[in-house]
């Protein structure tokens, strides 16, 4: 067999989405501002009562919740509710006390689309009373300080965008008067025209002032209806995964420099039962416990190679469903899948170390990154990007010192941490490469 060397081409990598040019590894672009430490990076989308902060702190410390307004407003919006407590008995200082004891940090996605714009009583007067009262009541400045963010929205794309933007500005001023400290995110975004489910950028670019954050939802969708069919994350033939998010940081760059962009969904489906012979579902194709766990993993690592703030992954669990959002948890009736296992090596390993750079990136063949913590100890990950199943030997050249390790990620709670052989011979380190990323090791010269 024939074992190719594989050089760095240096400290920025551009490749091609579609018609756009997505540059990675540009941080130092950006005023010199270092990427995020990995453990501040990773997050994932949990919901109110339901979600189990001990469980799921070894995938990460970083939770968005989706925070029902109707449940804090009740059907009379101009009455507000006993803060800490909801209008339907919800003790939110529970709730996010017991996430803020296990070291949570708490994005609350401030969801009003329930609530019609009819329905309130003064929309505008309201919803700044209660961004206000909320702010006030949980923010960081407060004696509670459970909230680090809230987003305003997420993904109300039946309301007009005239609509969204009232209440996008009332919102938000009063979340500001509230707590100054307190992050505003927008919801859900595009950079094109508005539909069912995000916003256009048009709809908040007016109101610089009142946004912290750019937000962002992105799913690898590679056919839609009927079968949903999801791909692999570097997959060329994706009409719209990274290339949302580059489009999105692109328009930033543009119009409101220096703001961050957090992708706060997304996700893959992986059930154990096969889809119900008829509805809307019935030809719905789902991926494996493997791929998604291969496909998550490797997702953060695409998305911390952009100048993206957070990725939180959707969803913390489910319940075996065969369908669309329905079975994308990383536990399965609260019970770890491979996924689960894959993210908390994933944050063992990589927590204290931020992205580097881009040593290779091969589209179809192979891909490695570069990860380095505050002394300057290094980490390469390593993976064949690809979604047919490859496993292939290569030797990598110009490794940034001598390897100390050696592990593959894990599917199961016993393999995690295990060494992998490695080779090394006249200046190549020789090592076995599959869908699973390898994770090397190396003390710097």
Not at 123 to 137: C, E, I, P, V
Request: aromatic share 12%; proline share 8%.
């Amino acid at each position: 067999m024939t074992i190719p060397k594989i050089f760095s081409p240096g400290i920025l990598s551009v490749f091609s989405l579609g018609s756009i040019l997505v540059c990675v590894g540009v941080w130092s672009a950006r005023g010199g501002e270092l990427p995020p430490l990995m453990r501040e990076f990773i997050g994932i989308n949990g919901h109110t009562v339901q979600f189990k902060p001990d469980l799921y702190r070894p995938v990460c410390g970083v939770v968005r919740d989706y925070h029902p307004v109707e449940w804090d407003l009740g059907k009379d919006t101009a009455e507000l509710p006993g803060f800490p407590f909801a209008k339907n008995g919800v003790d939110w200082n529970q709730v996010y006390g017991s996430w803020r004891a296990k070291g949570w940090n708490i994005d609350a996605c401030l969801m009003f689309e329930s609530v019609k714009p009819a329905d309130w009583d003064n929309l505008q007067a309201d919803a700044r009373a209660y961004g206000r009262a909320f702010a006030h009541g949980f923010g960081p400045s407060g004696k509670r300080k459970l909230v680090d963010a809230v987003e305003i929205g997420n993904e109300p794309g039946k309301w007009s965008d005239a609509d969204y933007s009232r209440m996008f500005q009332a919102l938000a001023e009063g979340v500001r008067a509230g707590d100054p400290k307190l992050k505003i995110a927008t919801c859900n975004l595009t950079t094109g025209k508005s539909s069912d489910y995000e916003k256009s950028v048009e709809c908040v670019a007016k109101f610089p002032e009142l946004f912290d954050v750019l937000n962002v939802h992105s799913y690898a969708q590679l056919e839609g209806w009927p079968t949903w069919r999801r791909s692999f994350p570097e997959d060329p033939k994706l009409p719209h995964y990274l290339q949302d998010v580059a489009a999105l940081c692109q328009w930033r760059d543009a119009h409101a420099p220096g703001k961050p962009v957090w992708i706060t969904e997304f996700g893959y489906d992986s059930s154990t039962k096969p889809p119900e012979p008829q509805g809307d579902f019935a030809k719905w194709i789902g991926v494996t416990d493997t791929q998604q766990a291969q496909w998550l993993v490797r997702s953060l690592l695409v998305f911390s190679a952009m100048p993206v703030e957070r990725a939180y992954i959707y969803f913390f669990n489910d319940e075996d469903k065969p369908s669309l959002h329905a079975s994308a948890g990383v536990t399965r009736n609260f019970q770890p899948k491979p996924s689960f296992h894959a993210l908390a090596h994933l944050q063992q390993v990589l927590g204290e170390y931020r992205f580097h750079r881009i040593v290779t990136n091969e589209s179809g063949r192979l891909r490695v990154q570069e990860y380095r913590n505050d002394s300057k100890k290094v980490i390469w990950v390593v993976w064949s990007p690809t979604g047919a199943g490859r496993n292939f030997t290569v030797a990598l050249a110009n490794v940034p010192g001598k390897l100390v390790g050696a592990q593959r990620m894990p599917l199961t709670a016993d393999s995690a941490g295990q060494p992998v052989p490695t080779q090394a011979d006249r200046g190549l380190l020789t090592a076995s490469v599959d869908e699973s990323p390898l994770y090397l090791f190396f003390d710097p010269p």
